[in-house]
């Protein structure tokens, strides 16, 4: 049985290659470097095949045009060039990389697409397929796949110390910690790409940060929700202590007279607890904001991340105290952060891309590895020395078992999350007696892109309007309320206003996830107008109407009043006074499992009966029992790396 060195399909170098920057041009695959004498062209003689020359083909991507040149000779596909895209950086590179090269090779159009990449390796095909018939190639014939021998499925046995389950946010964390206590370690992660739904979200961590909570300010409104939480009737004991250790810090914050932001580890649990209406761990729940905070440092420190010097409020966060990473867009900063972590210190991690864990393996009641299956269908057989920790992350892709446990979950609706997130890891775990909690705890996000259901696609902006014009919520409310009113209004859409100034656009016309804000428009999920007038008329809603509806919040935001809907705290970019004016198209999505995989505070799985299964740990949206009935924006990525920075300690230290 091999260790795992020596044999990994991808290193951190290479990693670190799929991870390289989303610099718009170029890549080009050409038959000069590739051998043509091997490939399968349709040639038929001295026949000419295609119409010599160059030509641009262009097709929809998952956030905009993905552009492709292609050189053609009498008889062959020369080049490939994804010329233009705008893709998402990380998880679009391998297929930018792969495809084209396929094609000169192979000189054929029937590449597969890669894992977890579908739309970009799609888009590449298309664009190439209309260059082929511009150059009056035969699109079908190149579409024929040649005959493959069938080659018997290779069988591998690997060892390692720690065997990791998922390569997000979760699972790099967890190597990562693993790793630094002197633990070989081994990550299957079933896409092309590492980062799962962590590298596509916004990017949002929140934790209680003494030093950064200084840079804010608070109101007397913000601190009466407070007073509000630590009026309510405690539940039970440690809901109780919660209230009294909030309630001194908040005795003593006041004493001090303090402007800034008011803040604890408490507090924060305190809200989570009862944003998640008091169904998740008590226990779990403090423990993760403890997580979450020293996370901070952490990321900070041994992983060199710079924080933004603001905390941010996410839709749902309900306090603000979502960090950002400096200079990136969405949870790339995280990742980009982890390849250097790991190739600088030279971490003991390895890398099983496009492999799929398929079970856990157990022996005498220990989990002691897992069997995986690779795309090119290698069998592995993986063994764990000291544990494996599962960070497959949740379920949301998966609508059939979003059905299963939530029946009453609307059907049409669409989801925000990559297309990996299936569950498997919940259904491996429950095939080896694993407990799962709160299974039947789906969020949707509220304002999501009303075509595809990603977050992404539209600006920035904090006020709801609905198809009549009219707002329609306290827009800082819990993200299930804000579903629950979307949902409720014309078609379950509506329209997110900002002016200028909220909506969040950079000098480069990007959005906050690093899309171009002039396609969005293209596509009709954002507007942009010089006037009121003029925005409501592209919106096709009464100009009058929606007039009244903007100034009447400008209003409540000056006043800091909202007597409408009872709204407490308002940003500085929250009125809508300066051209141009931005609407973006948005409507609930599926977006997060809460439940999944039960454990206790130090990251292992129990069984059904309320016990540990030794040698088996989980962190990340894989797991239930920290968010409850519905989890506070923001809270889900520091759930993902605080936790899983845990559970490699934790397996690491079985050593
Ligand atoms: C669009 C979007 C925006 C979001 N924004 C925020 C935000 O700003 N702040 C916040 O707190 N939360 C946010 N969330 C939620 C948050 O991103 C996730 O809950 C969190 O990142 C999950 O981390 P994870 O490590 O558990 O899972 P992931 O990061 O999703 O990683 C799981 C990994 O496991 C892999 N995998 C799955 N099955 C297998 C298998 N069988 N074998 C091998 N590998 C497998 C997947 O391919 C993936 O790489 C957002 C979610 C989405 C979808």
């Not at 107008?529 to 400008?554: C, I």
């Not at 999944?596 to 505070?601: C, L, R, S």
């Amino acid at each position: 049985m091999g260790r795992i060195k020596g044999i990994f399909c991808l290193t951190v170098a290479a990693m670190l290659f799929v991870l390289s920057a989303c610099g718009q041009p170029t890549v080009t695959e050409s038959t000069e470097q590739s051998n043509t004498a091997e490939t399968a062209a349709p040639t038929d003689g001295g026949e000419i095949l295609y119409q010599e020359g160059t030509y641009q083909g262009s097709a929809m991507g998952n956030n905009s045009d993905v552009t492709v040149e292609v050189t053609f000779g009498s008889q062959e596909i020369i080049s490939v060039t994804v010329v233009s895209h705008n893709e998402t950086q990380g998880i679009s590179d391998t297929p930018i990389e792969r495809i084209p090269k396929e094609i000169v090779e192979g000189q054929t159009l029937a590449v597969d697409t890669v894992t977890g990449a579908t739309n970009t390796s799609l888009a590449i095909l298309e664009a190439v397929e209309q260059c082929v018939e511009q150059a009056g190639g035969d699109v079908e014939a190149l579409k024929q796949a040649s005959e493959q021998e069938e080659v018997p499925a290779q069988q591998i046995e690997l060892t390692t110390d720690v065997l990791i389950l998922g390569g997000g946010g979760a699972g790099v964390s967890a190597a990562i910690s693993a790793a630094a206590e002197g633990s070989e370690v081994l990550v299957v992660e079933k896409t092309a790409a590492l980062g799962g739904n962590t590298i596509l979200s916004g990017g949002g961590y929140n934790a209680y940060d003494a030093a950064r909570d200084l840079n804010m300010q608070i109101s007397e409104q913000q601190l009466q929700t407070v007073d509000e939480l630590l009026d309510k009737e405690p539940v039970n004991e440690e809901h109780e202590e919660l209230i009294e250790t909030v309630r001194k810090q908040l005795d003593e914050y006041r004493a001090s007279a303090s402007e800034t932001l008011f803040d604890s580890v408490e507090l924060h649990a305190l809200q989570t607890y009862d944003a998640g209406d008091y169904l998740g761990d008590p226990e779990l729940i403090l423990t993760f904001c403890q997580r979450a905070a020293d996370g901070v440092q952490w990321l900070e420190d041994y992983c060199g991340i710079v924080w933004q010097d603001e905390l941010g409020t996410m839709v749902g966060g309900l306090w603000p105290r979502a960090h950002y990473v400096e200079g990136a867009k969405s949870g790339q900063g995280y990742f980009a952060a982890f390849t250097r972590t790991i190739e600088e210190n030279e971490l003991p991690v390895e890398f099983l891309m496009e492999t799929r864990a398929q079970e856990l393996l157990v022996e005498d009641g220990r989990i002691v590895g897992a069997k995986a299956t690779g795309a090119d269908g290698t069998e592995y057989t993986i063994r764990a020395e000291s544990g494996v920790v599962l960070a497959t992350g949740g379920f949301a892709a998966n609508m059939e078992m979003c059905m299963k446990y939530k029946p009453e979950l609307l059907p049409t609706l669409k989801n925000s999350n990559s297309a990996a997130m299936t569950g498997d890891g919940i259904v491996m775990a429950e095939a080896i007696g694993a407990n799962l909690v709160d299974m039947d705890q789906i969020q949707c996000f509220p304002s999501s892109d009303a075509y595809n259901g990603s977050t992404s696609g539209g600006v920035g902006g904090t006020l709801y309007i609905n198809k009549e014009g009219v707002r329609f919520v306290d827009e800082s409310a819990r993200r299930d309320v804000l579903t629950a009113a979307a949902l409720e209004q014309t078609d379950g859409q509506f329209y997110v206003i900002a002016d200028v100034n909220g909506a969040g656009i950079d000098e480069n016309g990007l959005n906050s996830y690093g899309q171009k804000v002039e396609d969005l428009i293209a596509q009709g999920k954002v507007f942009e107008a010089d006037t009121l007038g003029e925005l409501a008329e592209q919106l096709e809603l009464d100009p009058e109407v929606f007039t009244a509806s903007v100034e009447r919040w400008n209003e409540i935001v000056a006043s800091g009043e909202d007597t409408d809907f009872g709204r407490v705290a308002f940003t500085d970019t929250a009125a809508v006074l300066e051209a141009p004016f931005y609407a973006s198209f948005r409507s609930p999505a599926v977006h997060h499992t809460m439940g999944g995989v039960q454990v206790d505070a130090e990251t292992r799985v129990m069984d059904t009966e309320g016990n540990v299964i030794p040698g088996l740990y989980a962190a990340g949206e894989v797991t239930g029992g920290f968010h409850g009935s519905n989890r506070v924006g923001g809270n889900a990525v520091p759930d993902a790396i605080s936790n899983g920075r845990a559970a490699g300690l934790a397996a690491a230290q079985q050593r």
